[in-house]
Each structure stands twice: as structure tokens, then as C-alpha cells.
């Protein structure tokens, strides 16, 4: 699926999936944005985009060592994942650190905790990360921290094979690129399978999570999203399916989204296949993938069930 400049920071998250940790619930904001034919392509641009970033936060995991990015998955691996052993070598203490580890062109991360078992996770095992100007050459410069505690877990750490559960709180993780500077705070619960390997699926939810940019500031609210990938094929097919509710200061009030139908791609492309429902007040949208280039959007104005407009356009249009 095509990466997001505004989605950086939730790339640079966790993974985690298959049922367990859960974000804490708040109450969700009232859709209160009218949807009209006039703002109908922003709103799907934004709700998709906020879709596609919250399933991207199954990535943090990749600061400790549990990650399970496959070829072709929404999510690039975490700037700091490549520090071989990280996970090794803080299971051989306990509690362990806090360990500062170099990033490979400049700044550290500290990594600290406590876990029960030095073979394993344990549900209450807990980890700090906590990212200094960190630069691993990968075009990104990585500040803040992010807190996890295992809920469940079983498997084989060390050997990447499992099913993990884990609650994750961003605080003032900065992600900055030469495009834009991108920070969040916030929860996710992340769950993570990886136990048919290549075949990773992954779910996130949380209570909430904002995300600042240069240019925007979105906070979804009470929102889930599933992703699995397919390594066994050489252009990996991928699904998606999310729902949530948004703010954001690129609309004049709040919406909801969800994906009836259920997101279906192959590699880096677009969904080929797929829908999602865009929820205002009084009034929606929905976006349809026609194949992996085109998409359309059907405009209800007024509430009322009955599409009232098309909009046929590309996703590099609908995305850019």
C-alpha cells in the first residue's frame, strides 16, 4: 500500500496482533461535518488516510524487537529495529537497563524494564523506549518515547514466532523527515500473529491517538483496524479493514469511517478491491475501489440513502 508522509510516525510504532491489549475507550465525538459534493473527495482522503495510519501503528513493536513487517505490509520496520539482539540481550537482566543503545549514523535509544522470565514474555512484562535524536540512516530522525506492557504472549520470542498482545502509550514521539515533522500521543493496544510466518496478521485499537504535522492535526478516537499479509507470494496480497472516529483540523468538524467491505491489495499498490463509509452529520460517503488506479465516491448529501452524486477520480488523485 502506498506510504503516507502524514502517517510517518504510526510507520515508525508497533506491531502486534490476532486479539488481546486494547487502548482505552473514551467517549467518541459527534459527527458533525456535513458531507457535500463539494468536500466529499477531502473527507474520503482523510478518513482513508487515517484508516491506513492507524493499522500502521502495529509498527511500534519494532523498537523492542517484536515485530512482524512482511515483504510488501503497509508498515516500514521501526528506524531503531536493526539493532541486532535488543531483545537478547535485555531479557538477560531483570529488571534490565536503562541500556542505551547507538543509533546507527547518530543518537541512542534507551531501552529499560522489567520482566518476569528471561526466556520469554510474560504478561505485566514491561518496557520503556525512549528514542534521542535517533538517525539510522533511513531518512528519518526518531525523538520521544513509548511505553508497552505485554498483556499475553506465547510463542518463541527469540525466534520471531508467537502471538503477543501489548498495551503502547506514544508520548511525544517525533518523527522528522526532510518533507515534515510528525508527532504523536496517544494509546494502542496492538496485537500481533506471527506464528504462520510469512503470514503475519495484525489488529490495533485504541482510545485515542493525535497526530501533529506541519500542516494538520488529526486525534482518532475509540478506532480499530486489522491488516494481514501474505509473504508466500512475491508481491504479498494484503487485506485491511478499520473503522474509527476522526477529527481533524483539514475538516470543519468530526466524521466516522468504517470498511463494510474489507480492503484487498497486492504489494505496494492500492486496493484493487474494497469500501469504506465516511459518516457526517447527516449525510455520507462512500469509497469504492474500482481496481488499484481508479476509485469512486458516492455522495449521500442529505441522509436520506440515496447517492446523490459520483465522483470518479484515481487514488494518486484522491491520496496526493
Known sequence: MKPLPTAIVAATMLITACGGGGGTVGPTPVADFEITSANAEAASKVAYEAALGSSELADLGGSIGVTATAPGS????????????????????????????????????????????????????????????????????????????????????????????????????????????????????????????????????????????????????????TQTVDGNQAEPPYTLVASGALQSTQLSGSVSYATPVTFEGMGDNFPHTGEMTISGENSSARLIAIDDVNVRIEVDSNGDGTVDETIDTTWANLTS
Open 74 to 225: 503497509f508498515s516500514k520496520p521501526f528506524a531503531t529495529a536493526g539493532i541486532p539482539g535488543i531483545v537478547a540481550e535485555a531479557l538477560q537482566n531483570i529488571p534490565f537497563g536503562p541500556e542505551v543503545f547507538p543509533c546507527a549514523v547518530s543518537g541512542s535509544v534507551t531501552l529499560s524494564g522489567d520482566i518476569a522470565n528471561p526466556l520469554t514474555l510474560t504478561a505485566g512484562d514491561s518496557f520503556l523506549v525512549v528514542s534521542t535524536a535517533c538517525n539510522d540512516g533511513l531518512g528519518e530522525v526518531v525523538d520521544g518515547s513509548v511505553s508497552f506492557t505485554v498483556i499475553a504472549f506465547s510463542g518463541d520470542a527469540l525466534a520471531g514466532v508467537y502471538t503477543v498482545s501489548m498495551d503502547a502509550v506514544a508520548d511525544d514521539l517525533q518523527v522528522t523527515t526532510a518533507q515534515d515533522t510528525v508527532t504523536s500521543n496517544g494509546d494502542a493496544g496492538v496485537t500481533l500473529d506471527t506464528t504462520a510466518l510469512p503470514f503475519v496478521t495484525a489488529s490495533v485499537s485504541g482510545g485515542s491517538m493525535t497526530t501533529d504535522t506541519n500542516t494538520s492535526s488529526e486525534t482518532l478516537s475509540n478506532y480499530a483496524s
